[in-house]
């Protein structure tokens, strides 16, 4: 029986790896959302549930390592289940989801998962069973070069884990071919991949301190409008720094314009450098197109609720807010809803 008041769950996917800004993203989503989420395993609010899909591995840990697997592997993970229940989500339907427990290694007693307005499946593989892959409403990919995921892991696992750099390099070439083969292609289906690159405002910027991030849009995808900057189908370069938006070293530079990417057709919209002062942001927000924010400002005031949340004064912040605004307006789309402003 359907749950009072959905009429059309909306299911969106988030791939990326482990340590590439998933939960920083997903904080930013469920504040555009204004969604109150319990600290169950599986959060879930009056609105919006998000699922880790950790939880449908296989084996666990200690079997693993019997079937000599990793847990990027198509093998160590129950897809036909994944299908299964995302389907009876999407028709509104509860379930019992399994548990992986990343503290103990093993799977905990599964827990009950009712319908809801909007579902967000996140983790390694959204994308990879066509059968999963065909209920998302939209599909994002969070795309970190080897280069910036490596600064991230160091400053992470050896600052506050004790890690040594050994360790962190060995891990991270252990991963790279069930990554390439299981992982990575995902992103040439996605509607929107948000690339995140070393920049190339700075010659030799080894900690990956500024960044050069790119939110690629598939034009295929009709579930939303494609952002753009001062004018739709343009090519442009824009450098925003002088009287209305003050620059320190190493400045900003924007770029948009159609692309193509695996072959598809796209729209890129590429931001390098950092902001001095995040309220000025409002200068670059009136300058984007289609955005779907719901009042003007309404971009720049959500990365002024996160100003400490990593990567707020770069593309990453920019691009995860927009791409926030893009599951909002296809929750619209699907649902013929309204959404009020939180
Ligand atoms: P995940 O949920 O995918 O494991 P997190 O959001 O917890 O990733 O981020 C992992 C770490 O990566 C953060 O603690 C931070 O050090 C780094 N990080 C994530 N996003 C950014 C960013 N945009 N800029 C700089 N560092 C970042
Ligand atoms: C990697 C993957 C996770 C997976 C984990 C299992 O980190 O990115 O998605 O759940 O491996 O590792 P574990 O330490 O629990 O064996």
């Given at each position: 029986?359907?749950?009072k008041?959905?009429?059309?769950?909306?299911?969106?996917?988030v791939?990326?790896?482990?340590?590439?800004g998933?939960?920083?993203?997903?904080r930013?989503?469920?504040n555009?959302f204004?969604?109150?989420v319990s600290k169950?395993h599986?959060?879930q609010?009056d609105?919006?549930t998000?699922?880790?899909?950790?939880?449908?591995?296989y084996h666990d840990?200690k079997?693993?390592?019997?079937?000599?697997v990793?847990?990027?592997?198509?093998k160590?993970?129950?897809?036909?289940l994944?299908a299964a229940?995302?389907k009876?989500?999407?028709e509104g339907?509860?379930?019992y989801k399994p548990?992986?427990?990343?503290?103990t290694?093993?799977?905990d007693?599964?827990e009950?998962i009712?319908?809801n307005?909007l579902v967000?499946?996140?983790?390694?593989h959204?994308m990879?069973d066509p059968?999963v892959?065909?209920?998302l409403?939209l599909?994002?990919?969070m795309?970190?070069?080897d280069?910036?995921?490596?600064?991230w892991?160091?400053q992470r696992d050896?600052?506050?884990?004790?890690?040594t750099l050994?360790?962190i390099?060995a891990?991270?070439e252990?991963?790279?071919p069930?990554?390439?083969?299981?992982?990575?292609?995902?992103k040439?289906?996605?509607?929107?991949?948000?690339?995140?690159?070393?920049?190339?405002?700075v010659?030799d910027?080894?900690e990956n301190k500024y960044?050069?991030?790119?939110?690629?849009?598939?034009?295929?995808?009709t579930?939303f409008?494609k952002?753009?900057?001062?004018?739709?189908?343009?090519?442009?370069d824009?450098?925003p720094?002088?009287?209305?938006?003050s620059c320190?070293?190493?400045?900003i530079k924007f770029?948009y314009?159609?692309d193509s990417?695996?072959g598809?057709?796209?729209?890129v919209?590429?931001?390098?450098?950092?902001?001095?002062?995040?309220?000025?942001?409002?200068y670059v927000?009136?300058?984007l197109?289609n955005t779907e924010?719901k009042?003007?400002?309404?971009?720049?005031q959500?990365l002024?609720?996160n100003?400490?949340a990593p990567g707020t004064?770069?593309?990453t912040g920019?691009?995860?807010?927009l791409?926030?605004?893009?599951m909002?307006?296809?929750?619209?789309?699907?649902?013929?809803?309204?959404l009020?402003?939180?």
């Amino acid at each position: 029986m359907k749950q009072k008041g959905i009429e059309r769950p909306v299911i969106i996917g988030v791939a990326a790896d482990s340590g590439c800004g998933k939960s920083t993203f997903l904080r930013r989503v469920l504040n555009i959302f204004g969604a109150q989420v319990s600290k169950a395993h599986t959060p879930q609010g009056d609105f919006i549930t998000v699922i880790c899909l950790d939880d449908y591995h296989y084996h666990d840990r200690k079997g693993r390592k019997v079937a000599n697997v990793t847990a990027l592997d198509e093998k160590a993970n129950n897809f036909t289940l994944m299908a299964a229940q995302v389907k009876a989500l999407k028709e509104g339907k509860a379930i019992y989801k399994p548990i992986y427990n990343h503290d103990t290694g093993e799977h905990d007693p599964s827990e009950l998962i009712e319908p809801n307005h909007l579902v967000v499946i996140e983790g390694l593989h959204p994308m990879y069973d066509p059968r999963v892959a065909e209920l998302l409403d939209l599909s994002v990919y969070m795309d970190v070069s080897d280069e910036v995921k490596l600064s991230w892991k160091v400053q992470r696992d050896m600052a506050e884990r004790g890690h040594t750099l050994e360790n962190i390099l060995a891990s991270i070439e252990s991963r790279k071919p069930d990554f390439a083969q299981f992982v990575d292609p995902q992103k040439k289906k996605a509607d929107i991949v948000l690339n995140i690159l070393p920049t190339q405002l700075v010659p030799d910027d080894k900690e990956n301190k500024y960044l050069r991030v790119q939110m690629i849009q598939r034009e295929a995808a009709t579930n939303f409008a494609k952002v753009s900057i001062f004018d739709e189908g343009s090519t442009i370069d824009w450098v925003p720094c002088g009287r209305k938006l003050s620059c320190s070293y190493p400045g900003i530079k924007f770029h948009y314009g159609p692309d193509s990417y695996f072959g598809e057709d796209v729209t890129v919209l590429e931001m390098d450098g950092v902001v001095e002062k995040l309220d000025e942001m409002i200068y670059v927000e009136s300058h984007l197109n289609n955005t779907e924010t719901k009042f003007y400002g309404e971009m720049t005031q959500q990365l002024l609720k996160n100003p400490t949340a990593p990567g707020t004064f770069n593309g990453t912040g920019l691009f995860q807010v927009l791409i926030a605004l893009k599951m909002r307006e296809v929750y619209e789309k699907c649902t013929g809803r309204k959404l009020s402003v939180n």
